[in-house]
């Protein structure tokens, strides 16, 4: 029978390269990346993290999301099983185009929306062209 807890490596990292004080697996959340002119939103899949247990963080130009999970307690034994449990870590460099004294994110049914504004100067702007 196949080991069907065995993930790929790009979905999966080794607690070994996070700083963290609870043993256990660390994933990196699937994100998506979509620019409007005035901001950034970035959209990653933590299943099983409430909003109360995301840690996101700016600082130097870097954006770090941490989810922690709660462990689910099930009764009986399993007859099969595919879902592993662990936290989702993912840390991204951000540019000096964004203002980092607004950023605001929520989480909801287990999906982090983060909005990345940019500053005012970095926006385009139309410019109108007055005829002689």
Request: charged share 30%; proline share 5%.
């Amino acid at each position: 029978m196949n080991d069907s807890r065995q993930l790929s490596q790009k979905d999966r990292t080794e607690a070994a390269t996070l700083e963290r004080t609870r043993g256990g697996t660390a994933f990196t959340p699937r994100v998506d990346i979509h620019e409007t002119e005035s901001e950034l939103v970035l959209c990653a899949d933590m299943p099983g993290v409430r909003p109360g247990d995301v840690d996101l963080r700016y600082e130097r130009g870097e954006l770090q999301l941490h989810g922690k999970v709660s462990p689910l307690t099930r009764e009986g034994s399993p007859l099969h099983a595919e879902y592993e449990e662990g936290d989702f870590y993912r840390s991204f460099s951000i540019h000096e185009s964004i203002d980092s004294t607004k950023i605001e994110a929520e989480c909801k049914n287990g999906v982090l929306t983060v909005h990345l504004p940019k500053v005012a100067k970095a926006q385009p702007r139309q410019i109108s062209v007055r005829g002689a």
